[in-house]
């Protein structure tokens, strides 16, 4: 199985290729806004089960958990409009928020549209997101930083992203863009597009190579992930 593992990543300002930790580090110095009064969060998210997923985001304090739930949906989760949820403290933010959902076991619920980010985060908080309730993709949220400067464009800017692990295709040596996998997690093929077509395993669910801890499941196929570098 042809594979480089690796959890580094590159910078989105500058393209300097550093790990995890050290990029925290490196994007302070690096993300220079200058004077003004914009106030900004700088955020880690992590896959929950698997932290080879990483980004570093930077997010203005005036934005809601709802944009923030966007620009999560757009990178690495969107398959087919299923609910998501935020989980800070003991609070539970929810979009289109409905009365029935109030069950037994279900604390209280709040509407992530309406909630700005500095009334919920400060610097350390963890915290996660939940989207999809039946095959749920599950990502860890750490509020590493707070500053302020110039006003960016946008309310939530990628940083920093972990590299796309690269597979090659198991019958001709190109790079792969498909996995076939059989009824285990561990029986699986990388082919290119040309092998695909020819590749005719019935048994076989296949999916898109993607830069997600949603990779495989639903229906995902990364196709609102606009953010690759390069
Ligand atoms: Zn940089
Ligand atoms: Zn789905
Ligand atoms: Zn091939």
């Not at 500058?14 to 914009?38: P, S, Y």
């Not at 609070?91 to 109030?102: G, K, P, Q, T, V």
């Not at 699986?188 to 040309?194: I, Q, S, V």
Request: glycine letters at 8%.
């Amino acid at each position: 199985m042809a594979r480089t593992t690796s959890t580094k990543g590159r910078c989105y300002i500058c393209k300097k290729e550093l790990g995890k930790g050290a990029m925290k580090t490196h994007l302070l110095k690096c993300n220079n806004l200058g004077e003004g009064k914009t106030n900004y969060f700088m955020i880690k998210v992590e896959g929950f089960y698997n932290k080879d997923y990483w980004l570093y985001i930077q997010v203005k304090e005036s934005a809601t958990l709802s944009d923030l739930d966007s620009f999560l949906r757009d990178i690495w989760l969107e398959c087919c409009g299923h609910l998501s949820a935020f989980k800070i403290g003991d609070a539970l933010y929810e979009d289109n928020i409905d009365d029935s959902n109030f069950g037994l076991f279900r604390r209280e619920v709040k509407d992530m549209s309406k909630t700005k980010l500095k009334d919920v985060f400060s610097i350390g908080r963890v915290f996660k997101h939940d989207y999809d309730f039946g095959s749920t993709t599950t990502l860890k949220l750490e509020v590493v930083a707070q500053y302020s400067g110039i006003a960016t464009k946008d309310k939530v800017t990628l940083l920093a992203r972990n590299n796309m692990q690269e597979y090659t295709c198991e019958k001709c040596g190109e790079k792969a863009t498909y996995i076939a996998m059989g009824s285990e997690w561990s029986d699986y093929t990388p082919l290119c597009e040309k092998c695909m077509e020819e590749y005719d395993d019935e048994e076989c669910y296949v999916m898109n190579i993607t830069n997600s801890p949603r990779m495989g499941v639903c229906g995902y196929s990364g196709e609102n992930d606009i953010y690759q570098l390069d």
